[in-house]
């Protein structure tokens, strides 16, 4: 279940189709300064990510988050098990690699002790949709 002030602000976020500096500072300092907790979280914030515009620093703030809550808050810590690389390579590959799925992605590889082998899949299918993008251009 989303909390009442994230489904307002992203309510609100979808109405505009735009995400500005405040918001960035509102999501981060008020209504997630804990972090995410959730999956439906996640996927409700990678939604609004598809469908909205955005100042550059809502990437930065939407890769911080998501990648703290898969490595971090998800047991055990510092490792992306096999259901969760899935999970979320399936959620980041909606719309195909995105700068920010991909920013994501990478973020998590950085960071986590251990990546099940479903994410590294998703990046290097971004990778390779990249360089065919380049060719056909």
């Known amino acids: 279940m989303l909390k009442d ?4 602000f992203i309510d609100s ?14 999501l ?3 209504i997630l300064a804990e972090g995410i907790t959730s999956r439906l979280e996640v996927e409700s914030l990678l939604a609004v990510d598809r469908i909205v515009t955005a100042v550059d620093a ?5 890769t911080r988050l998501v990648a703290d809550f898969v490595i971090w808050k998800r047991a055990p810590h510092g490792v992306v098990s096999n259901d969760d690389a899935l999970w979320l390579a399936t959620l980041l590959e909606v719309s195909g690699p995105s700068p920010n799925a991909m920013a994501i992605a990478y973020a998590i590889l950085d960071e986590a002790g251990y990546v099940d082998v ?6 290097m299918r971004g990778r390779q949709q990249a360089r065919l993008s380049q060719i056909a251009a």
């Open 5 to 8: 002030q994230l489904r307002d």
């Open 13 to 26: 976020l979808t109405e505009r189709g735009h995400i500005c500096e405040d918001d960035v500072a509102m």
């Open 28 to 30: 981060q300092d008020e």
């Open 58 to 62: 809502w990437g930065a703030v939407l």
């Open 118 to 123: 479903a994410l590294l899949d998703f990046i």
